[in-house]
């Protein structure tokens, strides 16, 4: 069967994108990589991706006057590839409405926290300030409002004692190497989808629970 072409979005270090190449690299993978798109020429995942002879392309936020015709030409570079799933990987732009209408259904992001818990940014702080217990990542349909669409699935780790941001920031992220692959992964089986039950999103014939990730780790 033919692999589901998918188009990351970066801004950054891209260790989520990484995670996500190396496992498209397994023959089995029913997703391939097809390519990456980021708004920072300088960003340290492009040279990853390159290593990996995987096409990039810069589209900078700063050559447009507003952000649609932004999203418009990102959308174009994906397009270029044939993607049919765009993975949003530390893409640190926020779209105009366009862009996720677009891509309805056919976008995810993955968030450093249990939404709908600490949306936006510096989110695990905002989960110590709250004194929490249990944070972990989510990934999730890219919706108009940010940090707000369908849940697909999450992963949990502990929140400890004498935490600070980067050492729970490292305990997510993890997690979140272990939860975006698997998920692409899902979607590139056809099994996940809007269930009808209020917009819920369902993931088939895969046992009960494994839609949430524990941390294997104190
Ligand atoms: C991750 O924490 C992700 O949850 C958030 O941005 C960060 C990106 O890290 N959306 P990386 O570029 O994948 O290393």
Redesign the pocket.
Known sequence: MAKLKVGIL??????????LIKAAQAADYPAEIACIVSNKAD???LEIAADAGIPTATVSHRSYPDRESFDRDVSAALGKHGVELVV?????RIFSPWFPQHWAGRLI????SLLPSFRGVHVQQQALDAGVRISG?TVHFVIPDLDAGPIIAQAAVPVLAGDTADTL?AR??RQ??RLYPQVVRWIGEGRVGASGNGGKVAVEGVPPGATLLFSDEP
């Open positions: 970066i801004s950054g270090r891209g260790s989520n994108m990484a995670a960003a340290a995942g949003m990987a530390g893409f640190m992001n993955i968030h450093p990542c920031t997510i992220l979140e190497h």
